[in-house]
């Protein structure tokens, strides 16, 4: 089963976004954190997240067959 770009850039946003947790929970790498919200808001902008689910973190898509199928932007 090929991986598609959209799978992979999912793949990428939930990888950040762990990573945004796990160092929110950490409390202590504000310039770390800073880098990867930043990349969060890049690829969630680049995805077609509304501003409001970025700024909330509610990244939702839909799957079918092993693959993102489509993202839920509104």
Same mark, same amino acid.
């Given at each position: #089963? %090929?991986?598609?770009?959209?799978?992979l850039q999912w793949q990428q946003l #939930?990888? /950040?976004?762990? =990573?945004?947790?796990?160092? &929110? $929970? %950490?409390?202590?790498? $504000? &310039? /770390? /954190?800073?880098?990867?919200? =930043?990349? !969060?808001?890049?690829?969630?902008?680049? #995805?077609?997240?509304? $501003? &409001?689910?970025? $700024?909330?973190?509610?990244?939702?898509?839909?799957? =079918?067959?092993?693959? !993102?199928?489509?993202?839920?932007?509104?």
């Open positions: #089963m %090929k991986i598609t770009p959209l799978d #939930m990888s /950040l976004c762990e =990573s945004e947790v796990s160092l &929110r $929970a %950490k409390g202590h790498q $504000a &310039r /770390l /954190l800073n880098l990867v919200a =930043s990349d !969060i808001e890049r690829l969630a902008g680049e #995805m077609g997240f509304s $501003a &409001r689910r970025i $700024a909330t973190r509610e990244f939702r898509a839909e799957r =079918s067959g092993g693959h !993102i199928v489509r993202i839920v932007t509104d």
